[in-house]
């Protein structure tokens, strides 16, 4: 169907279009709709979502290189994304990672990047929308890459964690009244490409799961209350696969948070999910395929809202058999119940994807995607569209509007 019959249909069933122009629109199915690209400068790494303005939206902060920045897209509220406003870094820094969190304690949202060529953290200061330059925290390792935030010593205050590729090991950076400590490296398998925070020992404490690629193996790391951390169970996925990226999260909905990890393969890649049966106790990894090769960055989220968490990873390239184009997906693999995931469901986003953040970006109560596109320098966000007749609810509005109208039977 093309797009001004769409929107014809969409007028005559009362959809309200907000004024959107017809390049605005993204053809959806009953699923997803089709990714809308938003540039923000060269080689982007690292994507957060939160609200940073303080207008009840979800809005989008990307990092980028030569020059080194950190841009913010605000969210308009029509579906749409205002072009980046940006915070420029020292050049050569090596901006990677950002986590979103209240550092300071002032109730705006602020970011904090990775510097991997300086082996440093930045903290960015939001003050009601508008970001600055805050303090440079060394991180007692080398070549750092993920970076994630929580409150791991229980005082009210946002910590950090990275993990640093360079020197096999992590670093913890505890906050105390908006200032980060200096850094805490725990030795960790070789090789690690990403970490994860979430209760796993149903104690006190966020935990840690770090995926140690050249130990083929999930290594985790269990919190004592006072963000100290001790050795807990390594996670093999066998002698076959390497995992690349990992998350936590309850999949078979016991109450027990589990672990899922993006693994690759000689030929091949897939989503291999530990189940927990409590106390930090893991079965046998189950593998699903991922139907393309070196899957990377994972999150878990109910993107159906239908049976529980489900799990979306990054694919590399695959060629597309019918055009022989080169594409780049995101694979959705929709949770049946008790952790039985089916195929995957697979999604085109721009070239060279690195990181996948999950959002409700238009306040319609689903779980959006968005990737940071290395090979073009975008952002691609992938609406939800499970709930699209819905969609819209805006604080403020008195009627619904819809971004996007679904592709008819």
């Known amino acids: ?46 994507v957060a979502a939160a609200d940073f303005d303080g207008d009840r939206r979800v809005d989008l902060a990307a990092t980028s290189e030569s020059p080194d920045k950190v841009g913010m897209l605000r969210n308009i509220g029509n579906g749409t994304f205002a072009a980046p406003v940006n915070v ?7 901006p990677h ?29 939001n003050t009601s929308g508008v970001f600055s330059l805050g303090a440079i925290t060394g991180v007692d390792g080398t070549d750092p890459r993920q970076v994630v935030a929580g409150d791991l010593d229980n005082n009210g205050f946002v910590d950090v964690v990275t993990v640093n590729r360079g020197s096999d090991s992590i670093s913890v950076l505890l906050n105390s009244g908006g200032v980060l400590a200096t850094a805490v490296a725990y030795p960790v398998g070789a090789d690690p490409r990403s970490l994860a925070l979430g209760y796993l020992d149903n104690n006190d404490g966020l935990d840690l799961a770090v995926a140690s690629h050249g130990q083929r193996e999930v290594e985790l790391y269990l919190n004592d209350g006072s963000g100290a951390f001790t050795a807990g169970s390594s996670l093999s996925v066998g002698t076959e696969l390497r995992p690349e990226a990992v998350a936590i999260g309850d999949l078979d909905a016991d109450g027990d948070n589990d672990v899922a990890t993006s693994t690759t393969a000689t030929v091949g890649g897939f989503v291999s999910v530990f189940l927990n049966s409590g106390s930090a106790t893991f079965g046998a990894p189950v593998h699903h395929d991922s139907e393309a090769t070196d899957p990377s ?30 594409e780049w997906l995101v ?38 995607l968005v990737s940071a596109n290395q090979g073009e320098g975008t952002l691609s966000v992938l609406e939800n569209s499970n709930v699209i007749l819905a969609s819209g609810f805006e604080w403020g509005d008195t009627f619904p509007w819809s971004r996007t109208v679904p592709e008819l039977p």
């Not at 009362?14 to 959107?20: A, K, V, Y």
């Not at 199915?29 to 400068?41: E, F, H, I, N, Q």
């Not at 049946?336 to 995931?341: H, N």
Request: aromatic letters at 4%; proline letters at 3%.
């Open 1 to 46: 169907m093309k797009r001004k019959s769409l929107i014809a249909c969409a007028l005559a069933i009362g959809i309200s279009l907000h004024g959107m122009s017809e390049a605005q629109l993204a053809v959806c199915d009953r699923l997803w709709c089709g990714a809308v690209g938003y540039a923000v400068g060269s080689n982007p790494s690292g």
């Open 88 to 94: 420029a870094l020292a050049g050569g820094s090596g």
């Open 97 to 125: 990672s950002l986590a979103a969190a209240d550092f300071d304690g002032d109730g705006d949202v602020d970011l904090v990047v990775t510097r991997h060529n300086e082996n440093d953290v930045q903290l960015l200061i």
């Open 297 to 326: 960055a994972i999150v878990i989220a109910d993107f159906d809202l239908a049976f529980g968490n489900d799990i979306a990873v990054l694919n590399g390239d695959i060629q597309n058999p019918i055009t022989g184009d080169i």
């Open 331 to 368: 694979a959705v693999l929709s949770n049946s119940g008790a952790a039985d995931f089916g195929r995957p469901r697979l999604i085109e986003v721009g070239a060279s994807p690195a990181a996948l953040v999950a959002a409700d970006l238009f306040t319609n109560g689903a779980s959006h």
